[in-house]
């Protein structure tokens, strides 16, 4: 009897009649021979809801009880679903993040997964119930409850699929698998048959809001095939996993796109050890994450520093690196919040030459302006304007024959 996690996400369990369809599912998987364990997201919004509720009562949430009253949202669709099953005559049992053995470190909102001890679920199991653990949220060595982050109950499924040595780990949600490139934006899009686990882990880092970056890397380091798929019909989905056949890894898998990117360049800045430190530093220090550096080869001992951060966090970037580049001798700084980034992911990329060619000719013959390049092994991701995503990514689909079967 194979043993597989099936994840839910809020949508497919957004009221009562999508969690009688789950459970149905559930009992699908079962009565095929299957043992199965179940993860849960909240119904629909009720993350979002139980958020506004907290600031609407203190201007700054206390951050553990926030944590509590978030993860109550994925304790009321797990207790749901138990009881759907109950009702079709199948034992079930909804047991918290704590209970299932899910224990984290402390940093409240944003907890990792240190440890699993999946004894529970297995002696539940063992009785012959089908086990829904309510995602997305842990315990600390304090006994305090904590939550993964924002999408975390995909890193639940997989974390619990490693710590319970699954078959798989089967993520369910409105949509039916992973694209070629955001369906919404691009029509055309196709979805993928397979994708393997470092470029899928490229696509969602790089904007492709598809699943939980975690859940990824967690399933890479485990070797947890996770299937995504959608929860309300029976097309076959995308499987993430090691190996892709040798066809496919000549080619670009996908094209990510992210409009959430705004530049500052640091300019005539004088060419000497230390200036990148007395930068990056204070902003390290500030809390500021920051993508994609570039630091031109110096004129006469004279350069520009160019990185890039979230919109939202630019007008902090701003406040710390004007005052610097001031006593560092830079000439001024300047920033420009219309950005965005398109990227070419594929693992196929690193092997073969011409990639960039071919996207830079694609962007040049769209007349679309570059302002700074990224690489990794196996993406090539190019900072553009905003307002020109759009056209960015249909043409390089078009371009990289994307909608061409695999
Ligand atoms: N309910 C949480 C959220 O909306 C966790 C999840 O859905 O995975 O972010
Ligand atoms: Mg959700």
Redesign the pocket.
């Given at each position: 009897m194979a043993l597989i996690v099936q994840k839910y996400?809020?949508s497919s369990v957004a009221d009562a009649e999508k969690i009688k369809n789950v459970a149905r599912r559930i009992v699908r998987t079962k009565e095929a021979g299957n043992q199965v364990v179940v993860v849960v997201?909240?119904m629909a919004d009720?993350?979002?809801e139980l958020v506004k509720l907290a600031y609407q009562v203190a201007e700054h949430p206390h951050t553990r009880e926030l944590d509590v009253l978030?993860s109550t949202?994925?304790v009321v669709s797990s207790t749901l679903l138990a009881m759907a099953l109950h009702s079709m005559g199948h034992p079930a049992i909804s047991l918290s993040g704590a209970q299932a053995g899910i224990r984290t470190d402390a940093a409240f909102s944003k907890a990792r997964i240190t440890d699993i001890d999946p004894k529970r679920v297995a002696k539940e199991m063992e009785k012959g119930n089908i086990v829904i653990v309510a995602?997305?949220q842990g315990i600390t060595e304090d006994m305090d409850i904590t939550t993964l982050g924002?999408?975390?109950?995909?890193t639940t499924a997989v974390a619990l699929a490693a710590g319970l040595k699954a078959k798989a780990c089967e993520r369910y949600t409105d949509v039916d698998g992973i694209y070629t490139s955001d369906p919404r934006l691009l029509p055309e899009a196709r979805k993928l048959t397979e994708i393997s686990y470092e470029e899928m882990l490229e696509m969602v880092t790089y904007g492709f809001k598809a699943i939980?970056p975690r859940a990824v890397e967690l399933g890479e380091l485990f070797s947890v095939p996770i299937l995504v798929a959608s929860s309300f019909n029976d097309n076959p989905g995308t499987l993430i996993h090691k190996e892709v056949s040798m066809e496919v890894r000549n080619k670009v898998r996908g094209i990510a796109h992210d409009p959430d990117v705004a530049k500052i360049t640091v300019v005539g800045v004088p060419d000497q050890p230390g200036i990148a430190a007395a930068i990056f530093v204070p902003l390290a220090e500030a809390g500021i994450s920051i993508d994609t550096i570039v630091q031109n080869a110096s004129i006469e001992n004279i350069t520009d520093l160019t990185f890039t951060v979230a919109k939202s966090q630019l007008k902090g970037a701003m406040a710390v690196v004007e005052p610097i580049s001031g006593s560092i001798g830079a000439r001024e700084c300047v920033s420009d919040s219309k950005l965005g980034k398109v990227s070419i992911i594929g693992t196929g990329m690193q092997y073969a030459p011409g990639y960039a060619a071919r996207m830079f000719d694609t962007l040049k013959k769209e007349n679309i302006n570059i302002q700074l390049i990224a690489t990794s092994e196996i993406r090539i991701t190019c900072i553009i304007d905003e307002a020109r995503i759009k056209d960015a990514v249909r043409a390089l689909h078009r371009a990289f024959e994307l909608e061409t079967e695999d």
């Open positions: 996400g809020g997201s909240a009720t993350t979002d978030l949202g994925e995602g997305f924002r999408g975390g109950s995909d939980h």
